[in-house]
């Protein structure tokens, strides 16, 4: 049990740190050319933070199965809420043109973000259980 939940949290890990830098370029774009970021952005750089420091935390720490849980259940919450934002935005129209093109530099980019995202919840999900 302890090593598929490793294994699990080294994936969480991994697509947490390709979620950043997917919707990373687009903070730096925003960033270089004096634009305000997009609060959705910086709520998936703050989401993936803490991701990565559960994921961490982990290995780190000895916890009670209860505070994982808990840990897991939030992180779960957030992730579903970080999908249904983006996917309102980038999947939900039927991959016409999106609603966030503006936003960012590349929609194909973001739908793949969208799909990560979801396949990061999954696992926060599975580790929740």
């Not at 809420?81 to 991959?95: E, L, P, R």
Request: hydrophobic share 55%.
């Amino acid at each position: 049990a302890y090593v598929t939940r490793a294994v699990l949290r080294l994936l969480q890990f991994t697509f947490a740190i390709i979620v950043a830098i997917l919707y990373g370029i687009d903070l730096a774009h925003a960033s270089s050319t004096g634009r305000h970021a997009g609060s959705a952005w910086v709520f998936a750089e703050v989401l993936v933070a803490l991701s990565v420091i559960a994921c961490i935390s982990y290995y780190l720490i000895s916890m009670r199965r209860r505070l994982w849980f808990l840990c897991d259940g939030v992180l779960v919450v957030l992730w579903a809420a970080h999908t249904g934002v983006f996917g309102q935005i980038y999947i939900s129209n039927g991959g016409k043109t999106a609603k966030g093109e503006g936003s960012t530099l590349s929609v194909a980019r973001m739908k793949a973000a969208v799909w990560i995202s979801l396949l990061n919840m999954f696992l926060w999900m599975t580790t929740l259980v």
